[in-house]
């Protein structure tokens, strides 16, 4: 690549320091290199030249703490001052007021997360408050605007399941309806895990069932494999699991081997 004339890189190594690219940009193209050497002295440009040169502006990159291109200038400050003992909404009126701006309450609440402003405003309800619709029959009007979404006494939902269907959990594994009330835990079962222990007993703690084909839905006991957590975790790092049942036993076989040997060389 070309090099830059001596008389730009020497105005450089003279005006450089102290000033900012965009600064040294709008400077340069008042000196009349550009017709004078038919060069083009972009923000991109001067910034490639102070590399080559090893030039250095001694400025602090980026913007100040507190800047905003999108708010005025001494916004943050301003809301500081009028925060305390206001409501997230009276803070924004003010703000849009004294600034001339359109500051709605979804973004004064943004700006005073981001800005950790704090207003000592509690706009929870407190224990024992009475709603001020507390015993208020509805309207017919109301009622007729929200008739048709009401659940009505003994609609069943258009997802509803019985007691024995199946479906996947948001990860994949299979699960069975087991009973029609109760937590989720209480009322799905897992079905590769109760195959498991219909043969073999309870999984012991910090012990999971794992499928030797990598397929959720297999659940045949013959797919099933024991494996620890660090075992687990070991497959996975390792990459030990594989479609054919064959070759992740002998992952499995590997990832113990390991385990045991990180666990004994702990322990010493």
Same mark, same amino acid.
């Given at each position: 690549?070309?090099?830059?004339?001596?008389?730009?890189?020497?105005?450089?190594?003279?005006?450089?320091?102290?000033?900012?690219?965009?600064?040294?940009?709008?400077?340069?193209?008042?000196?009349?290199?550009?017709?004078?050497?038919?060069?083009?002295?972009?923000?991109? @440009?001067?910034?490639? @030249?102070?590399?080559? %040169?090893?030039?250095?502006?001694?400025?602090?990159?980026?913007?100040?703490?507190?800047?905003?291109?999108?708010?005025?200038?001494?916004?943050?400050? %301003?809301?500081?001052?009028?925060?305390?003992?206001?409501?997230?909404?009276?803070?924004?009126?003010?703000?849009?007021?004294?600034?001339?701006?359109?500051?709605?309450?979804?973004?004064?609440?943004?700006?005073?997360?981001?800005?950790?402003?704090?207003?000592?405003?509690?706009?929870?309800?407190?224990?024992?408050?009475?709603?001020?619709?507390?015993?208020?029959?509805?309207?017919?009007?109301?009622?007729?605007?929200?008739?048709?979404?009401?659940?009505?006494?003994?609609?069943?939902?258009?997802?509803?399941?019985?007691?024995?269907?199946?479906?996947?959990?948001?990860?994949?594994?299979?699960?069975?309806?087991?009973?029609?009330?109760?937590?989720?835990?209480?009322?799905?079962?897992?079905?590769?895990?109760? @195959?498991?222990?219909?043969?073999?007993?309870?999984?012991?703690?910090?012990?999971?069932?794992?499928?030797?084909?990598?397929?959720?839905?297999?659940?045949?006991?013959?797919?099933?494999?024991?494996?620890?957590?660090?075992?687990?975790?070991?497959?996975?790092?390792?990459?030990?699991?594989?479609?054919?049942?064959?070759?992740?036993?002998?992952?499995?076989?590997?990832?113990?081997?390991?385990?045991?040997?990180?666990?004994?060389?702990?322990?010493?």
């Amino acid at each position: 690549m070309r090099g830059w004339p001596e008389e730009v890189i020497a105005w450089l190594r003279e005006n450089v320091p102290g000033r900012t690219t965009k600064q040294v940009t709008e400077l340069i193209n008042q000196q009349g290199f550009d017709k004078k050497y038919e060069m083009v002295f972009s923000d991109a @440009a001067i910034k490639g @030249a102070k590399n080559r %040169y090893g030039i250095k502006s001694g400025t602090t990159g980026g913007v100040p703490k507190g800047y905003s291109l999108k708010y005025p200038e001494g916004m943050e400050s %301003y809301i500081r001052s009028i925060a305390t003992g206001r409501k997230t909404k009276e803070i924004a009126e003010l703000v849009s007021a004294h600034f001339g701006i359109e500051f709605s309450e979804k973004q004064c609440k943004a700006y005073k997360k981001n800005h950790d402003i704090i207003s000592g405003v509690d706009c929870r309800f407190e224990k024992g408050h009475v709603p001020a619709n507390k015993g208020k029959p509805m309207s017919q009007e109301q009622y007729e605007k929200c008739k048709a979404t009401m659940f009505k006494k003994g609609d069943v939902p258009a997802n509803h399941m019985e007691v024995g269907e199946y479906t996947h959990t948001t990860d994949g594994y299979l699960i069975r309806k087991v009973k029609e009330t109760g937590p989720q835990w209480e009322r799905f079962e897992f079905v590769h895990r109760t @195959a498991w222990e219909e043969h073999n007993g309870p999984v012991p703690e910090g012990k999971m069932v794992s499928f030797l084909d990598g397929n959720k839905d297999n659940c045949n006991i013959e797919n099933l494999v024991l494996i620890d957590n660090e075992e687990n975790l070991e497959m996975n790092r390792s990459r030990l699991r594989f479609a054919d049942p064959e070759r992740t036993k002998t992952g499995v076989l590997v990832a113990k081997a390991r385990v045991t040997v990180r666990q004994k060389k702990r322990r010493k």
